[in-house]
């Protein structure tokens, strides 16, 4: 009989200790604090990720005169932030006159002594380069998110959730700013544009004062850890289509006779396997380049 109560002892204590674990040591009850608060715990908990999975689309469209082209990026990463580790996986498809050219791609990216060394598999073979460890975060999930967490502004709790069977709490706001800047500068818009063989470099800081993007949330209510975002720069476009088309006619008068509209820009991404991401190695072959 002491022995049933032992075992039983230990599974209270093991069942308790999960439970604190899941609830309490995010110290905050969901359905009782503020969007603000969530936020909060939510950047505290994710700095205590060490591994993670995410897939994410991207979606793209301008139209010059009456020509439309739209870009779709679908992408599987996982990050690994202990020894810091990242693979991404997925393709870009280029959507012109009914035409859709797909191409894969492959990256892979290790840091050691300062120093990040990203393995890409282009035209089947393997290139690499290094860069600055602190160019981390361009290749991380977990700064993504950490930098998502940080840019949102004035978030609002819009209802609940299930996402791939995990209860979430929806949050929607905006993102302003220099968070906004720095989104626009990196989400690929102007690298369309700015590009030294068409002899088009647009100005700097043709990114700031841009006014507000919409950005969705959505936060776990078990983990208090983000389970999807979204990012829609639709409110933007207008006006960051003019500065572009404007630029471009100081450069070359011809475009002064061109419209020019970003049509749209949808940025989704999902994350699984918070601290349990997909193990991956580094091909040998990567490396010897």
Not at 206 to 228: C, F, H, K, M
Request: proline share 4%; with cysteine; net charge negative.
């Amino acid at each position: 009989m002491q022995y049933l109560r032992k075992i039983l002892l230990v599974i209270i204590v093991l069942l308790l200790a999960l439970y604190l674990g899941r609830h309490f040591l995010t110290g905050i009850d969901m359905s009782k604090a503020s969007a603000d608060e969530i936020i909060a715990v939510t950047l505290e908990n994710s700095e205590n990720i060490t591994s993670i999975d995410s897939s994410s689309v991207m979606d793209l469209s301008f139209t010059v005169d009456d020509e439309t082209v739209a870009y779709h990026d679908l992408d599987e990463s996982t990050t690994f932030t202990t020894t810091f580790t990242t693979k991404s996986e997925g393709t870009i498809s280029d959507i012109y006159a009914d035409e859709t050219i797909t191409e894969p791609y492959l990256d892979y990216a290790d840091e050691s002594e300062e120093i990040m060394k990203v393995y890409s598999f282009i035209d089947d073979e393997w290139v690499s380069e290094s860069i600055p460890a602190d160019a981390r975060y361009s290749y991380s999930v977990v700064s993504d998110m950490r930098f998502i967490l940080y840019a949102i502004s004035d978030p609002q709790i819009v209802g609940t959730e299930t996402i791939n069977g995990e209860e979430t709490t929806k949050l929607e706001g905006t993102v302003s700013g220099d968070y906004l800047a720095d989104t626009v500068y990196n989400c690929g818009i102007l690298g369309i544009f700015n590009d030294p063989n068409m002899i088009l470099y647009l100005v700097p800081g043709i990114e700031e004062d841009l006014g507000e993007a919409n950005l969705t949330i959505w936060i776990s209510n078990d983990q208090v850890l983000p389970v999807r975002y979204q990012l829609d720069l639709s409110p933007i476009l207008p006006e960051l289509s003019s500065r572009i088309l404007r630029n471009m006619d100081v450069i070359d008068p011809y475009w002064s006779m061109t419209s020019l509209s970003v049509n749209d820009y949808i940025y989704d991404i999902v994350y699984s396997n918070v601290n349990q991401g997909t193990p991956f190695t580094i091909p040998a072959e990567a490396r010897i380049n």
